[in-house]
């Protein structure tokens, strides 16, 4: 079972250029992308936590009518660059599923 | 209404396959253009650096074959933007000698023309000091920056395309291009719509990446007056308005603007309808012209001599405390490299990516676990080659047999083939993100158009 199946959505990152990196999730439905539009681990400052970036650097595009989320942030490191890990940038979508996959840390005090 | 503009896009980039059955179908659809793409930044800084080509030249030669074929059959030209995956003017170069070499074989009369891209650094100098350089992802630029690079391209919009169609061009070899413009700009010089003509340039520009069926299909755009018609063809091929429009997404920062040298593409009030399974209409897409017209420079300089040795460690004790052995490793390497090659920490990079841990996510992987063995690349850069194999030599006794601290007997980890190392000689990084702004759209693209007297005999 993918992931789209088994989680709803499914996220995924490239290059846009040597300097920029673009995340798109891509929600089952229009369910799904509502409710992830408004989740606080996809808002600019919970995705600036994740990458070490400033919130202000993260630019995100609820596309209703495709029911995507696309997040766009500086590439946290240039392209090809000596400590570049990943050429086309594409690992970098996983950080952000496994920040989404987290158990909420509210909800876990909430139930103690 | 003038007559829709089609236009065909075999491939996202030459060189790298197609479906010629799907080929051969759209040909019957009579298309006014054949044009493609060779490269992109995607690969990395290494080709920019060089001036070198990421496809086989056989390769290239053979599909070149069939679209010069397909292109003197129908009478129609032949784009290719963006020559050599870095639009070097070797690049070009190697594209104009393959394509004269078919045109001989085939006996085509055709007329040619390079369009070259690489810009020197004294225009780019020159340029800077008259304050027509503006910043784009990267604030730094001076003279020294420049002059550090070993090779800058300036993406050409569509007036150098639409410069050789009017002196008759029956094929273009373009240095580095947006990828947009090389579709853009037979359908704009003919009076198409600019914002359907930018639009349907942006969704061709991966070839059936637009399509449901990437791997059958080719596609084609037409576009006229209101907008543009965009149909997959090939055996099975589909494509939907949700695919059509999925395609802005790519490698595109804004999924609503595309900045092109000349002006914006607004596409957040376009409409995508299905016409059949195969084709979806597209409407509502607005080109609007800058105030000044510009165009973006990449340039990559060399950062220094780079080799790799890699070790493999399966020990089960040495996964269990993995951590604790890299991190020697690495102090006693840093220690040793310093010691005998009298060098400082400012003299060299050496970083170790532990594979099967870390390796693709360094600090920000959130995962954790035992793997059964990990790979460990050793990655040695310095300024000089010599200094760099120094510094190999250096590493490969320790990669092979460094103990855990406290291990009496020495460890044989697993060097997977000799030489332990690759020599990656000179690597590059991208140091360029500007425009340059200019007052004529060609004045940056240097042309060579002629004929090739392929029936000569």
Redesign the interface.
């Known amino acids: 079972m993918n992931t789209l199946q088994a989680l709803g959505y499914e996220i995924r990152s490239?290059?846009?250029?040597?300097?920029?990196l673009?995340i798109?999730v891509f929600c089952r439905d229009s369910e799904t992308f509502r409710k992830l539009a408004t989740e606080p681990k996809l808002q600019a400052q919970a995705i600036a936590g994740?990458?070490?970036k400033n919130a202000d650097s993260i630019?995100i595009?609820p596309?209703e009518?495709?029911n995507?989320i696309?997040i766009?942030l500086?590439r946290?490191v240039?392209?090809?660059?000596?400590?570049d890990?990943?050429?086309?940038g594409a690992?970098?979508a996983?950080?952000l599923m496994?920040?989404l996959l987290?158990p909420d840390r509210t909800t876990i005090d909430a139930a103690r | 209404m003038n007559a829709p503009i089609k236009v065909l896009t075999p491939t996202g980039a030459i060189g790298t396959g197609f479906s010629r059955d799907a080929f051969i179908k759209a040909l019957l659809e009579r298309p006014d253009v054949i044009a493609m793409d060779a490269g992109s930044t995607d690969s990395g800084p290494h080709y920019l650096g060089t001036g070198t080509t990421k496809a086989s030249a056989s390769i290239l030669r053979a599909e070149l074959r069939v679209f010069m074929q397909a292109r003197a059959e129908l009478g129609i030209p032949l784009i290719i933007g963006s020559c050599g995956t870095c639009g070097s003017d070797a690049g070009v170069d190697l594209m104009r000698g393959l394509c004269e070499e078919v045109a001989l074989e085939l006996g085509q009369v055709v007329r040619i023309a390079s369009i070259y891209s690489e810009q020197s650094a004294s225009i780019v100098k020159q340029a800077l000091a008259q304050g027509r350089i503006r910043p784009l992802q990267l604030e730094h630029i001076d003279d020294a920056l420049v002059d550090r690079c070993s090779r800058i391209v300036a993406l050409m919009g569509v007036e150098p395309f639409i410069h050789a169609l009017q002196d008759g061009a029956d094929i273009i070899l373009a240095g580095r291009s947006t990828d947009t413009a090389v579709m853009a700009s037979l359908p704009i010089m003919r009076g198409a719509n600019p914002g359907a003509a930018w639009h349907a340039g942006k969704i061709l520009e991966c070839g059936a990446s637009c399509t449901t069926t990437p791997a059958a299909a080719v596609v084609m755009a037409a576009i006229d007056d209101t907008g543009f018609t965009i149909k997959a063809i090939g055996e099975g091929a589909r494509l939907t308005p949700r695919s059509v429009m999925a395609h802005m997404l790519y490698e595109n920062s804004n999924p609503h603007v595309l900045i092109e040298p000349g002006g914006v593409l607004q596409v957040e009030g376009a409409t995508y309808t299905a016409l059949d399974a195969q084709t979806v209409r597209v409407q509502g897409s607005v080109w609007q012209p800058s105030e000044d017209y510009t165009v973006k420079l990449e340039g990559a300089a060399p950062c220094g001599f780079q080799s790799v040795v890699m070790s493999i460690v399966r020990d089960p004790e040495y996964l269990q405390r993995f951590d604790e052995w890299l991190a020697c490793l690495d102090s006693v390497m840093r220690q040793r490299i310093e010691k005998h090659l009298g060098i400082g920490p400012e003299d060299y990079d050496l970083q170790f990516r532990a594979i099967g841990k870390n390796s693709a996510l360094g600090e920000l992987e959130s995962r954790s676990g035992t793997p059964v063995e990990i790979g460990v690349m050793a990655i040695a850069t310095s300024a000089t080659a010599d200094c760099t194999k120094d510094m190999v030599a250096l590493l490969n006794p320790y990669m092979l047999h460094f103990p855990l601290p406290g291990d009496k007997d020495l460890p044989t980890h697993a060097f997977p083939f000799s030489p332990a190392s690759m020599d990656r000689g000179e690597v590059y990084e991208f140091v360029l993100s500007h425009v340059m702004v200019v007052a004529d759209p060609l004045a940056s693209f240097r042309f060579d158009i002629k004929t090739i007297q392929g029936d000569a005999r």
């Open positions: 490239k290059n846009a250029g040597p300097f920029s673009t798109d994740v990458f070490q630019s595009f596309i009518a495709l995507v696309k766009s500086p946290p240039v392209q090809g660059a000596l400590h890990r990943d050429m086309h690992q970098w996983f950080i496994d920040a987290e």
